[in-house]
C-alpha cells in the first residue's frame, strides 16, 4: 500500500511542472540553532545549577549578577584591558612571524629539514613548565605574558602554514616557473594565496591557545588582569564571579573566531565560493 | 624564428616501488626539428613520453642527456621564448581571467597601461573579452582553457607547447577549440608542438604527427591535408583525414596483432 503511494507521488512528480519541486522546507538559519542549544543549555544550568552548594558550582543568573557587579565596581574592564594587551602582542607577533616561517619551512627543503623539528617539537612542547625559566629570563611583567601567549600561538600557525605549502598543487607553482618567475615571486604570488585556507585554520587554532596562554601567563607571573579575577574569586569561594572572566574569555575567543572567518572571506573570498558549504 | 630541435633526447627516472628502485627510461634518444610556424603533434600510448619531451623542451623537466634548442639556443630552464599550456589550464584561482594573463606578461616584465592592454587583447583573441573579471571556477571548461592559451601567447613566445590541451574538455567545446587554434595559428604563425592522444585531433590539426613508442620516436608522418584547413568538419569527410588517420592508427597499433 505504502509501495504504490510512493509510486504515485514519483509519476506525479515527473508529471508535475518542475516548480513544484522548488516549494521545499527552507531549513532553519543557523543562528536559529545556536540560540535553542545555548538556550538549552543556559536552561539546564540554571535549573540544576541552584541545587549545588554555591561553593562547588554556580548557575547563570548568579553569574549575571555577579557579572553586573564588578562591571559597577570597574574592576572587569581594568583587568580585561589589563589582560588583553600582552594578548594582543603575542598573538600577532605568532601571526607575523609563524606565516612567514612557516611558508618558508615549507617550500625550501634545506629550512624543512633545519627548522622544521624544532617547529614539530615546539607544538608538543609543555611550556607551563617553562615559565618560571621565562620569568628568570625575562622578568614578571609585560615581557614574560607576551612571550608566553607568543609561544602557544605561533606553532598551530607555523605548522598549519607549512601543511598548507605541502598541500599546494605542483602543477600551481610550474604555472610560475614557466612564466620564469622568481622563487620569491612564487612563494608570494601563488604559495601564500594557495596556501591561505591552512594559515586562516592555523590563526583559528592559535586563537584558543593564546586565551589559554594568557590565563597561564596571569597565574604564574605578576598576578594580573582577568586571571587574577579568577584567582582572587576561587580564593574567596566566590565560585560565581570566578565564573564570569572564564565566561568572558570564552565569549571573546568566540568573538575572535567569527572576526577571523569576516577576514578570511576578505581577503580569500574565492576559497568560500569554490569550497562546498553543501553539509547535512 | 622559432625552431625546436631534439638532439638525441633522453631521460631517465628513479622510481621506487614498494621499496624497490626502478629506472623507467622515459626519454630514448630522440631526434627531431620542429620548423618554424610548424604545428607537430605529438601521439602515442600513455607512458611513451610524449609528456616527458613536451616538459623537456619547456625546461620544467631536465634532461639526462642530449639537448633541446630553439632557434639554436640550448635550453635550460623555462624561457620567454617557450609559452606552456597546461592539461587542465592551471589558472590561479584567486585571480580573474584577465590578472591570470596578467600574471605571465608581469612575470616578463610589462607594467602599467601596456600591461593590461597586451591581457585585454590576448583575451580578445581568444573571445572572452566579456568575462575578463571572473574567477576560473566561474568559467567553464573551454573558457579556462581559452585563458590558458591567452596567458600562454600573451607573452609572445615563439613556440606554443601544448600538453593534451582539450582532453579533459567534452567533444563538442573540443572541436570548437580546436577550430580555434587553428585560426590562431593562422594569425600568429607560431610554431606550435602540442601533445595528445586523441587520433582525430592530430591529423586535424598538425602538419606533421611524431608517433612515440617506448620512448622512442617510432615513426614521423606528414599529414597531406592544405593549409589553411577549413572547415574541420568537412575536413573529417576528406580521403586523406581517413587515409592518415588509418596510417597513424596502424603505426600505434602494429605488433600488438602479433602478440594477442
Known amino acids: 500500500m505504502r509501495k504504490e503511494n510512493m509510486m504515485a507521488e514519483i509519476a506525479d512528480k515527473n508529471i508535475a511542472a518542475p516548480e513544484v519541486e522548488t516549494a521545499e522546507r527552507r531549513p532553519l538559519p543557523r543562528w536559529v540553532i545556536t540560540t535553542v542549544s545555548v538556550g538549552c543549555l543556559v536552561g539546564f544550568w540554571e535549573i540544576f545549577g541552584r541545587d549545588i552548594n554555591p561553593v562547588f558550582g554556580s548557575y547563570p543568573s548568579a553569574i549575571a549578577v555577579a557579572f553586573w557587579e564588578l562591571l559597577k565596581a570597574g574592576t572587569l574592564w581594568k583587568a580585561l584591558l589589563e589582560s588583553l594587551q600582552p594578548f594582543v602582542v603575542g598573538y600577532l607577533l605568532a601571526i607575523v612571524i609563524g606565516i612567514p616561517l612557516g611558508l618558508v619551512i615549507g617550500r625550501f627543503r634545506t629550512a624543512e629539514a633545519a627548522l622544521g623539528i624544532y617547529v614539530t617539537a615546539g607544538y608538543a612542547m609543555p611550556l607551563v613548565a617553562l615559565v618560571p625559566l621565562l620569568i628568570l629570563w625575562l ?26 605549502v605541502i598541500a599546494v598543487p605542483k602543477t600551481l ?14 612563494l608570494r604570488r601563488i604559495v601564500l594565496p594557495a596556501t591561505l585556507p591552512y594559515i586562516m585554520a592555523g590563526v583559528r587554532l592559535a586563537v584558543g591557545r593564546a586565551v589559554v596562554a594568557m590565563v597561564i601567563a596571569e597565574f604564574f607571573t605578576t598576578i594580573s588582569g582577568l586571571g587574577a579575577v579568577i584567582i582572587n574569586s576561587a580564593n574567596n569561594f566566590d565560585t560565581a564571579t570566578m565564573f564570569v572572566p572564564i565566561i568572558l574569555l570564552m565569549l571573546m575567543a568566540i568573538g575572535l573566531n567569527s572576526l577571523i572567518g569576516y577576514v578570511e572571506r576578505k581577503v580569500a573570498p574565492w576559497q568560500a565560493e569554490i569550497a562546498g558549504r553543501e553539509r547535512e | 624564428m622559432g625552431e625546436v630541435t631534439f638532439h638525441d633526447v633522453s631521460k631517465r627516472f628513479a622510481l621506487r616501488v614498494d621499496g624497490q628502485v626502478h629506472h623507467v627510461q622515459a626519454l630514448d634518444r630522440i631526434n627531431f626539428t620542429v620548423r618554424d610556424g610548424e604545428i607537430v603533434a605529438l601521439i602515442g600510448p600513455s ?70 592592454d597586451t591581457a585585454e587583447k590576448y583575451l580578445a583573441l581568444v573571445g572572452l573579452s566579456d568575462s575578463q573579471n571572473r ?3 566561474q568559467l ?22 601544448m600538453d593534451e590541451p582539450f582532453g579533459a574538455l567534452d567533444a563538442q567545446t573540443r572541436e570548437a577549440l580546436q577550430a580555434e587554434l587553428l585560426d590562431i595559428h593562422a594569425r600568429t604563425g607560431k610554431t606550435i608542438i602540442f601533445v595528445t592522444h586523441d587520433l582525430d585531433e592530430a591529423v586535424l590539426i598538425a602538419d606533421r604527427i611524431v608517433v612515440m613508442r617506448g620512448g622512442k620516436v617510432h615513426d614521423i608522418m606528414t599529414v597531406p591535408l592544405p593549409r589553411p ?4 568538419v568537412d575536413v573529417r569527410g576528406t580521403h586523406e583525414f581517413a587515409e592518415t588517420r588509418y596510417k597513424v592508427w596502424r603505426d600505434l597499433h602494429e605488433d600488438e596483432s602479433v602478440v594477442h
Open chain 2, 135 to 137: 574567477r576560473p571556477h
Open chain 2, 229 to 232: 584547413r577549413g572547415d574541420l
Open chain 2, 140 to 161: 567553464s571548461g573551454g573558457m579556462k582553457q581559452r585563458v590558458g592559451i591567452a596567458r600562454a601567447l600573451a607573452i609572445d613566445p615563439k613556440v606554443l607547447l
Open chain 2, 47 to 116: 607512458g611513451c613520453g610524449k609528456t616527458t619531451a613536451l616538459r623537456v623542451a619547456m625546461g620544467l623537466d631536465a634532461s639526462t642527456g642530449g639537448r633541446v634548442t630553439v632557434d639554436g639556443r640550448e635550453v635550460h630552464g623555462c624561457g620567454h621564448d617557450r609559452g606552456m599550456v597546461f592539461q587542465h589550464a592551471e589558472l590561479l584561482p584567486w585571480l580573474s581571467a584577465l590578472q591570470n594573463v596578467m600574471f605571465g606578461l608581469e612575470m616578463k616584465g610589462l607594467r602599467g597601461g601596456e600591461l593590461r
Open chain 1, 139 to 164: 622578568g614578571l611583567g609585560f615581557k614574560v605574558k607576551v612571550s608566553v601567549i607568543f609561544l602557544m600561538a605561533l606553532f598551530p600557525i607555523c605548522i598549519n602554514t607549512w601543511l598548507g
Open chain 1, 173 to 186: 607553482i610550474e604555472v610560475g616557473k614557466s612564466f620564469v618567475a622568481p622563487n620569491h615571486v612564487i
